[in-house]
């Protein structure tokens, strides 16, 4: 089967809504996720993330509004998507008394797929997660972190296109939150969509190009990681510039150039970092660059401001704990 | 309030104040009226209907308890362990006798309360004639002794057991196997007059007898047969009551002493695997690769319902069985003059006999392999959340179902063996006396129709109702077979409705796991 298109979307929501009696889980909920994309999807506890991920992984039916996985509906052609999607569930959804590569052969043959076939993926996807040495032992004697592993891999033993991943890094520790992240790369690299969720908005950030901000039931933001911290309205962009010390000849002669809105000094004295806001329209980073060196001043660091994600989060949802 | 009993208490406290308690004791006192309408009606009709009355209710009291020991009692700390909960009540300042009488005492005070709800119903009996009041406290007695060390043998399987599913098959395989053992003991003088071992083994032969004969009438069945004889004037405290207390009373001190033993760090029973490993000394047992064709039935056929292991070790009890019962049948008209066994033990009278033996044992059998296979086929899936992966498959439900069916049908393959050669046996019988053969297949196929129809629908009322109750629903849905079974007989029509009512509800039930089983996958 050919790979969808890139930027093609492989997920699609368009007014989606879902209650549990009378609390409105999903209200008009709306987005789309590109084709070998990673897409974060984050949001506060019980803003809704869950539910959108059982009712992508086909578990649970959408009440209105419609859904799309590689064009198919995900009520209608439920089984199609299933062969297409790899869910991963928040818990650990595992038969203990299995070993390893039984638990993965089993999901394989669940998935149709011939001895011969299964073997190879099997080999693949311990290689890829790094639990080939432990492919014979019992699931339930393995650490949280390899249960982890483990559950990922047989997510990927029928080679699915989709990833949904509901809190994959949730109660590991630093090592295997970073390596598992690596091995997300990895299958990004290999073609893969990945739908994440997750609370753990640094990785995130590095991770995901795109992301989708849930709050009580509502998108609050979709779109690429790179606009959402983006700072500036869009027409204005804001910099930092550091010089190796303070030098006010060089502040006024950027005071002074066109387009320049606002030139703040340093917050601290001797510390020689000034934020620049300017029109992107009028004034161009080279220009800065330029006016800085002819003034005399020494550059140490030039950059545009970047929100963190954790303060793009803070700022779209809000407080408190959904009634 | 101590320590000791703090637990004990707030389990009592809760116990009192659930409703669904409170809806136990209302149906089941509900039922014994409706029973005691029914014998008093029937009164005129019916030698002593008191008695009568009370054997329905005692045989329903037996039945239930011993069900719930499988099921209830034997869930009293494995729970615990299955939830991650136990290291936390052990952290606390409870000790394990806290932790024994706060989780397993509490449970036998449910069940003995639920015997002393139905005392002054039930003393009415002897308003109705055939029964003393004596006879009442001693069955009474009998059946709470019996409560008493059931509830403490499945307490010491629970802690041993590191699941809920192994102190089942713990406590079960005691209850179920200790009447054949008892019987083999007793059967030993038997064994002791047989050609070869004539006079070598007769002192060993007569102690094993002896045990046995003990043994035998440490039965609450026995016992209840004696207490039940017309005119019964003996003890109400018999070798009985004295050894299930005693036996209890071990039993609750061995799970005593071994708790911190089975559930520390290193617990008896922990591999989590019962299966032979491909690696092991029995890797002939050990499952091989995935049927692609049925993985799901793969993986119940060895992970749930233990395996080739499991399943040869029913295979050589059931053959056992099968091969005493025919033994006995042919043995049983020895003694007979030539006139009589020509007229009474022809052969086809010891085939007929040895047949429908047979058949009774299998179907007992199967009755109890498809309760138990009910119970824990769904909810193991939920109770182990590993629903959802099996939901995610590219199947329907129904699909994921029928696999899972497919792979309890390959467990059930001994029984199965044994009712065919039950079927066998009758097939000769008949082809050896065919003068009545047409009323006789009529009859069988009635009473055979009946029996599967009751088992089938047994197995899914355990397994619908494993889908809404963490514990209890084996034995619920038996109380409610044998509830619907026993109005069916009442009014004398029951042998012709009641597989009309199996094959209209079996559909019905499964319809209704299917939306179950979606509605849990979405929410687990």
Redesign the interface.
Known sequence: MNPPPLDSPVIQIENLRHLYKTHIALNTVSFTVAARSIHGFVGPNGAGKTTTL?IL????RPQQGKVEVFGRNVVSGR??V??KIG?M?D?????????VF?YL????????L??TQRDKIIADVLALTDMTARK?D?I??LSRGMQQRVSLA?VLVHDPELLLLDEPASGLDPRARIELMEILEELRRLGKTIFISSHILSELATLCDHVTILDRGTVRYTGTVRDLTASGDGDTATFQLTLAKVHPPSAEALAGLPGMQRVTAPPLPGEARYTLVFDRAQLAPNAILRTVLESGGEILAFGEEARHLNQAFMDLTEPGVRA | MSALLALFVRSLRLHVRSRAVAVTHAGLVGFILLLLFVSHGTASAVGAPGLSFFKWVMLLNLAVLTLAAVSYFASAITEEKEEGTLGLLQMTNLDPLAILLGKSTTRLCGALLLLLVQVPFTLLAVTLGGISVHQIVAAYATVGAYTFFLANLALLASVLAPRTSVASLLTGGFIFLFPAFVLAMQSAPALAALPHLRGKADAAAALLAHWGKALAEASPFERLGEVFVTGFSGSALSWQIWSNLGGGLICFVLAWALFDVTSGERRLFASGRLVPRADSRFARFAPERPWLISAIAWKDFHFLHGGRLVMIVKSVVYAALCAWLIWYEFRAFQGFSAAVAANVATPAARFASAASGIASWMFFALAIELGVIGSRILQDEVRNKTLTGLAGLPFAMKHIVLMKIDGAKRALYPVLCGLVLAAVGAFCALAMNPGNASMSVLFAGLVVGYVWTQIWLFAHVTARLSLRMRWGALPLSFAVCFFGNLAGMIMCIGIFLAPIVALILVPTLRESIYSRLEALAAED
């Open positions: 059982k992984a086909t578990l649970l089984n199609e299933r062969r869910f569930p818990h650990f959804s595992m038969y203990r008394q299995m070993s039984e052969d089993f999901f394989g043959a669940a998935y149709g011939g001895q014979g019992l339930h004697a047989r």
